[in-house]
T-cell receptor, first 118, second 115 residues
Framework: DTEVTQTPKHLVMGMTNKKSLKCEQHMGHRAMYWYKQKAKKPPELMFVYSYEKLSINESVPSRFSPECPNSSLLNLHLHALQPEDSALYLC?????????????????FGAGSRLTVL | AQSVTQPDIHITVSEGASLELRCNYSYGATPYLFWYVQSPGQGLQLLLKYFSGDTLVQGIKGFEAEFKRSQSSFNLRKPSVHWSDAAEYFCAVGINTGTASKLTFGTGTRLQVTL
């Protein structure tokens, strides 16, 4: 299995709803990521988990709450979002590349979850 | 801090023509460089990567890229473009953060292919 699977593919929610995005990989990767991508923009890093611990939070508002229940799963809990949070949310996982002498990671991305906040 | 510049927002080429997408980076040390492709509404697919060594790297789908340290560039090329290559292309620089990596993406180049 060489994929990162994200569910749901599409999500519409109101500003008072609570929802979650899910991400799963079975490649044995020990780092997992959440990126946010607005229309016609590049992806922007939100969170990084390394060995199931949060290692990077790019000053993301608390209405986004990540969770890594185990090494294969990554969730993004959503609460009290704003319409400007509408975007494509991309999950990725990575491992050190054997070709890299200094252990660079190569990220594998999922297809994304398209979120619309009304 | 690292940064990536893709000077061309939109490029149109004819099917069968050659392609070169430009990427310039700014990073103090030897960079890890990547090209990703994204079809509409989809995730990102890795085309190729550069860590060190041979400056000409081969990727999937017939793409190649050349690392030029003197020009801080990592341009993507393809000798003959197919209609299915129409997509958004992102250049990225990566830095290690312990057991993970942070990718900084350029703003992307949208490729349109005319028949």
């Amino acid at each position: 299995d060489t994929e990162v699977t994200q569910t749901p593919k599409h999500l519409v929610m109101g500003m008072t709803n609570k929802k979650s995005l899910k991400c799963e990989q079975h490649m044995g990767h020990r780092a997992m990521y959440w990126y946010k991508q607005k229309a016609k923009k590049p992806p922007e890093l939100m969170f990084v988990y390394s060995y199931e611990k949060l290692s990077i939070n790019e000053s993301v508002p608390s209405r986004f709450s990540p969770e890594c229940p185990n090494s294969s799963l990554l969730n993004l809990h959503l609460h009290a979002l704003q319409p400007e949070d509408s975007a494509l949310y991309l999950c990725a996982s990575s491992q050190r590349d054997r070709e890299s002498p200094s252990g660079a990671n190569v990220l594998t991305f999922g297809a994304g979850s398209r979120l619309t906040v009304l | 801090a690292q940064s990536v510049t893709q000077p061309d927002i939109h490029i149109t080429v004819s099917e069968g023509a050659s392609l070169e997408l430009r990427c310039n980076y700014s990073y103090g040390a030897t960079p890890y460089l990547f090209w990703y492709v994204q079809s509409p509404g989809q995730g990102l697919q890795l085309l190729l990567k550069y860590f060190s060594g041979d400056t000409l790297v081969q990727g999937i789908k017939g793409f190649e890229a050349e690392f030029k340290r003197s020009q801080s560039s990592f341009n993507l090329r393809k000798p003959s473009v197919h209609w299915s290559d129409a997509a958004e292309y992102f250049c990225a620089v990566g830095i290690n953060t312990g057991t993970a990596s942070k990718l900084t993406f350029g703003t992307g180049t949208r490729l349109q292919v005319t028949l």
